[in-house]
């Protein structure tokens, strides 16, 4: 007999009176890992999820039981610490020929509309508060870019009262813990500093578009399904299972959406479809599943939930993509939102907003909560990402780099001397500097400020263009950077005055100047100027020097 079991693991923390349980659920007829299952503490809002390989860990305390939940399966009770060596979860059979003679009976327009009617009745409409584990992870073709991990904190005020066009419009959002890798886009402020809000947004039952629309947008980051209910085709494929409930199983499309060009030719627009998993007594959204794509571009979204004291909240957001660049590269993502806890005490409302990249440089890093906590396993993917960015360096390690790297290349404006030794310090070896030095009257030499934000677009991950201002008046340098845009796509600023040692180290007698800092090797005093057409070539031959 093919089996599913859950391999635990227990890591005392008698400080805390925890144990932290890691498992492994499987497929018992197929022995294959089953994802995105929930893992909830029976008597408790506090659960967990099983990550793409099927792993899991949860923080518990003695006496406890384990509820393990997912759609297609039947549901399992781990009591005692003497069960978890085998446990088995069953498939059940997905319901098709039902489905085919009841298929007049069985509207699935009609099914998702009293879905969207009954979410006040599903879902809780007072305030309450969830914690979160997101992490996130991104490439560039091949090489990966960064890889974030936090816990946060989102206070809903009016819980799912009425549904919201952007994350944190009703509710406040803070990240309490955080940790993230060594950055090999370290220098592209493209990148939001962490992407909560599109994770939140994969809500279905939270967020809508505002306004109906002729077309759908790739780009948004909400779903317009109940908003352009209308231009939506819908079909019910079958009955399946949630923990001893029926559920329909409802395939949506999108109307094939195309544009008429000048050229007289219909250019396709967006595409976009996916699966809804109700159940078919009190009509709740159990999963969602939806893919949109355009181009050559895909993103991928999930969403799953599970009940807690008569009411459904949210375990677990996933979203993937992959976009094409105007010169054929691919940027990948991955974030993942997992449900820890909720709270409906209204002692624990807070009120935040959106947190800032200044915001999460001022949260304090702990080590232990990272060994102690609930957070989603890592896959072997995972790990290799971690890996590969930090060079075998631990996460905890990268953090701290990174965390250095980000307080010296961030409001560059305050003690930008020591801030700009340190980075030239700590590129040796790494990566080569372009140094553009300047005074707040360059209105002469505006085009070269504009082409060496080309350059940096260009060369970005090879070569750091840094702004350096010798402007002694703060106020007028932040009005300066702000009014031309200076930190366009992580070019590096700093303001170190006429008075710096560091003019006279670096040889600067005018504005504007320009010095090259190799990788290894003699500084070069007096290197071209952006709009020097040559300036590329120099460039390029720095980078082949490494």
Known sequence: MLRCFVLFCFISISSLGQQLVEGTIIDKETEQPVPFASIGVVGSSKGT??????????????????????????????????????????PMVTQLTAIVVLSKAINARRVLKKAFANIDKNYSTNPFLQKFFYRHYCKDDKAYGRLIEASVDVWKNQGYRSVQKVAGEQEAIRVTQLRRSLDKTEMAQGHEPISIGNILQADLVGYQTEKKSNHVSFYTELSNLRTDFDSYQFVCKGITYYDDLEVYEIDYTYKKDSVLTTSGAYLQLASVSGTLFITTESFAFLKTEEVKSYGGSTIRTSSYYRKYADRYYPYHFVRTGESRTTDNHFHNFHIELMSVEVKTDASEKFTAKMPTREDLLKIPYDSVFWTSNTILKTTPLEDKIIRDLGGGKSLNKQFLRYHQFEMNTSNGGVEGEGKINWLLSDSKNTRPLYLFFWKTNFQSYLVDIELAKRLQKKFRNKITFVFVS??????????????????????????????????D??????????????????????????SDSLLENDLIKLIEQK
């Open 49 to 90: 999820s099983s990550n793409l390989n099927g792993q899991f860990s949860i923080s518990i305390s003695e006496p406890f039981s384990l509820k393990i939940t997912c759609i297609g399966y039947e549901s399992m009770l781990i009591n005692s610490i003497s069960e978890m060596a085998l446990i088995e979860l069953k």
């Open 470 to 503: 010798l402007e002694d008046d703060e106020q007028k340098w932040k009005e300066a950077v702000a009014r031309f845009s200076l930190y366009t796509d992580g070019i590096v600023n700093y303001r170190i005055g006429s008075r710096s040692k560091i003019v």
């Open 505 to 530: 180290s670096l040889r600067i007698t005018e504005t504007p100047s320009f010095v090259i800092v190799p990788q290894h090797g003699e500084t070069l005093h007096h290197a071209k100027r952006p």
